[in-house]
C-alpha cells in the first residue's frame, strides 16, 4: 500500500464559536452537507478506499445518524475516538494511531473544501521522494459582510511567510509572524544553496500533508511536538538545511552549535532510508539530472530530506475555520458538484421565486409569493408565506412564519424566526426563537453557552 | 491430384525458385511472363472445373521489393490452399496480414475461388491506400534489401513506431485496459515525418489518471514512471538501475498466490508494471534487455523452490547483474580507454554520459594530463552536468555549444561517445546530435571512439534516425528570453510544428572504434553482431 489517509476531524471550531457550540465543526451543513463530506469526498474520487477518521464520540454519533455520510461515503471510514477537552494537538493525534500506520500518509483536515488535482502534490512527493508535500493556495479575500458582528472587526490575521526556490515546487522557509520577533533572518547555508528564493505571504495553507511513515516513527519519540502545522512543519523545513554528523562541511553560525546536537541525535530517525539505498544513490550518480544549475553540488545539494509545496494558483481551495470563510463556501461549494440545486423531495409551490445560485435542501416546504436569492435553505426546513430570504444560510429544521425578511444572516439549526421579523446580518443560534416583528441588525441571537 | 494446370506449374515453379534462390528479382517480363501463364491456368482450370490450384500471388509492387513468399508445393489433396502470405516488406509498408486459414467446407470451388480472389483484390487494393500514406516516409527511409527473404516469416513491426494506424492503436488501447493500465494521450502537431511516434507532454504525467494510492500497480514502479517522465532518472545506465531497483522492491512485496507457480505469475505480474513503464516512457534498449534476463531469471526457477528462496535468488542475480553489467564493466572499459589517452590530450566529449565521465575521472585520478571539451546542445544542455562533474574533479574544461563545433575541432585530438544502444548493424544509436559531431570529427580526421558495456548490444537493425526513436515534449523547445515568449501559442499556428528528438543514429564508417567489457576492450563496430552472436551463444 503506497499511502494511508488520516482525516483530523477532532478540532474544536474555535474560530467560529457562534455556529459549534452545538454543531460540532466537522458536522457543520455547507451546501447541505456536512463539512467533512467534502474532504472524504475529495479522497474517495482520487481513489482511496480507506480512511482513519480521527475524531470526537459526539461527532462519531452524528456521523453514524446522517443520511450523507452514511449513503455517499463508500470507504470504509476507521473512526478512532479521542477525548473531547482539546488539549489534543494534530501531532499528539498521530502519535496516539501510531500503530496503525503503516506507510506514508496523507493527513488532512476535516474543514478542507477544494476541487485540487491531488496527483500534483502526491506527484512531488513521490518522484523527489520527499519527507513532506503540503498544499497552499492563493488566500481569497472575503467580500460578504460577516453577519453576527456590529461592524467590521479586523483581527489581526498573523501573516505565514513562505519561502520558495525558484521553480516554486521546493520548500525553503516557513515561519509565522508570531514567531519572528524582530525581523525574518534567513540563514546563510540556505541562500548559499538556493541565492533565489521568492517569499510569499499572500497563501492559505490547506492543511494537506503528505509525510513519510519515517516521521510519524519520529514523532513517537519526541513528544514535544503537538501540532503539525505549528511545529513539525516548520522544523522539517529547518532540518533540510541543518548539518548532518557525517557531512564534512564548514561551520556555519554559532546557533548551530547548539542545535547540532539534537539534530544529529534525531536525524537518523527522519531519514530511515530504504534498504537498497546503494542502489538507489547509484542511480542518482549515473543520472544526468540536476535540480539547481549553477554551482557545483549535486541533485539536491545532497540533502536527504526534502519538503515540497504545491502552490494552487486556479480553483477552489478553502479552509472553513472562520465565519466568513463559513460563508464563502456556503456560497461556492455547490459550484463543485453536479447536483441539482432543488432537492426532488422538497415541495416548492409555484409562485416562489427562486433564484439559480440557491440550494434547497431535502424535505422542506416552501410556501407562495416567497423569493429566495443567493441562499441555502436546510432539510427539512419550513418557509411560510410572503418572506423574503437573501444572501442567507439556514441550516436545517428552521421554521420561518410569513412575512420575514431575512437577509444575509445565517440561522442555525431548530430555530424560529416569528413572523413579520426582519433580520439583517444577524446570527442566530441553535434552537432560538426571534420574536415577531423584531428587527435586528447586525447582531448575534444565541442563548447563554452552556458550560 | 494431378492435373494439367499443375504439370505446368512444377515448372514454372522450377524457375520462380531458381531466380528467388539466384536472390535475384523478378524482372518485368519475367514478371509479365509469368501472370499470363497463370492466367491459361486459371482458364484451364475453370474449364476442368478442377480442384483448386494455387494462385501464385505476384503482388506488383511500384517500390523495389523482394518477391512474395511462396506457397507450399501444389500437389496434394488440399482443398484451398492458403491465400500466399505477403513478403516481408521493407520497413515503409506497415504489418502484414497472417495467412488466412484455409478451411472452407461445402461451397462450390468455383465460388470459393472467387470468393478468394475477391478478398486478395480487396487486400491488395486496401495495401495499396495504406502505401500511399506511407509513401513519404517510404521515400526517405532507406530500403531494406534483404536478399534471401524466401521463408513466409511473418515481420510485425514494433507497436509503438505505428502510432499513425489506427488499428495498432485500438489493439494498445484494448491491451492496456485488459491489464487495467491507462492510455496516454499523444500531444501537440506532429511533424509528419515523425508522425508513427508517440508525442507526449510533460505536463499531463500519466499518474493523472492513476488512482492515488495506486492499488494496481506497485507504488515503486509508479514512482519510477514519473521519475522516468519528468526527467529526472535519465541516461542509459540510471534508467536501467532505477528499473532493477524497482522490480526487487517489487520482488520482496511479492506473494505467491495459492494455486500459481511462482515463475509463471511474476513474470505476468511484470507485464503490466512494463507497459505501465512504457507509456511513462520509451523503454531504453538497456532496460530492454535487463527485462529480458529478468524474465529469464523468473522462468527458471525451479517449481519446487520455495518462496522464500526463490526470492532471495532472485535479488540475488539483480544484484549480480548490475554489478557485473554496469559497475566491474565500467571499470573494465575505464582501464581500456585510459590506455589511448595519451598526456597531452584535448578530449571532445558530448553530453552527458556516465560511462564518458567516469573513464575521465578515471584518468585523471591516474594522473595522465589532459583537457576536455565539453559541447553541449539544446534543449536538454546535459553538458552543464558533465561540466560539473569534471571541473569538480579538477579537470580543466572547456564548454562550447554543439554550433562551434567545427571551430573548436582543429585543436581537438581524440573524440569520447558514450552510446544509449550499439545495434547489429554496427550503427550506434546515442543522444541527438552525436552523428553530427562524429560526422565533422571525421572530415577532421579525429579518432572518434564509442563507450559502451555490452549489456546495451541490440539485436536490432537501424540504418536512419527516422524509423525509430523518440519524441520528447516540444514545449521544451520554447524559451523565454527578455520576458518574451514569441512560441508561446505554437499550437495556433496551423503549419508550424516543433520536432523535439532525442536520439540519432551514427554510421560505423565514422566511428573508428568501440571500447566495451567483457574482456573484448576495443573492437571496431562492425563486430557488434559477433559479441551478440557469442553472447547468445553463451546463454
Known sequence: MELQAVLMAAGGGSRMTDLTYNTPKPMLPVGNKPLMWYPLNLLERVGFEEVIVITTKEVQKMMSTDPKMKVDVKMKLDVVCIQEDGDMGTADALRHIQQKIKTDILVMSCDLITDVALHEVVDLFRAHNATLAMLMSKAHEFTETVPGQKGKKKTAEQRDFVGVDQSGKRLLFMANEADLEDGLSVRKSIMRKHPRMHIKTGLVDAHLYCLKKAVVDFLTENKSISSIRGELVPYLVRKQFSKTTDSPKMKDDAED??????????????????????LLQLAQERSCWNDHHGDMSEAYHGGKLRCYVHIMDQGLCYRVNTLAAFIEANRLAPKLFEEPAVHPSAVISERCQMGSDSIIGALCQVADKTSIKRSTIGNSTTVKEKVKVTNSIIMHGVTIEEGCNIQGSVICSNAVIGRGADLKYCLVGNGQRIEPEERGGELAYQTEQPN | MADSGVTEGPDKKEEIDRAKSEGKELTKEEKQRLRKEKKQQKKNKEKKDDKASQESEKEKKPLSSPPPASQPPP?????????AVPAPAPVSVPASEAPVPADKPAKSKAELKAERRARQEAERASKQGKKGETGQQAATSKQKAPPNELQPVVKRLPEHIQVDNPDVLKKLAKKLERQQIPL???YGYKVSLFSHLHQYSRKAPLTQQVSIPSTVIHPAVVRLGLQYSQGIVTGSNARSVALLHAFKQVIRDYTTPPNEELSRDLVNKLKPYISFLNQCRPLSASMGNAIKYIKKEISNIPSQCKEEEAKSKLLNCIECYINEKIILAAKAIAKSAIEKISDGDVILIYGCSSLVNHILCEAFEKSRKFRVIVVDSRPRLEGREALRRLVQKGISCTYVLISAVSYVLPEVSKVFLGAHALLANGYVMSR????????????????????????????????????????????????????????????????????????DVTPPDFVDLVITDLGLGMIPCTSVPVVLRVKNVDQ
Open chain 1, 257 to 278: 552549535q547548539t542545535q547540532k546536537k539534537n539534530d544529529s541525535s534525531t536525524n537518523h530517525e527522519l531519514l530511515i532510508s530504504s534498504r537498497d539505498e546503494p
Open chain 2, 75 to 83: 500437389q496434394s489433396t488440399t482443398q484451398k490452399a492458403p491465400s
Open chain 2, 184 to 186: 496516454r494521450m499523444d
Open chain 2, 432 to 503: 541527438v546530435g552525436t552523428s553530427q559531431i562524429a560526422l565533422v570529427a571525421k572530415a577532421f580526421n579525429v579518432p572518434v571512439l564509442v563507450c559502451c558495456e555490452t549489456y546495451k548490444f541490440c539485436e536490432r537493425v537501424q540504418t536512419d534516425s527516422f524509423v525509430s526513436n523518440e519524441l520528447d515534449d516540444p514545449d521544451d523547445l520554447i524559451v523565454t528570453r527578455k520576458g518574451k515568449t514569441h512560441l508561446k501559442d505554437w499550437q495556433e499556428v496551423p503549419s508550424l510544428g516543433l520536432l523535439n528528438l532525442v536520439y
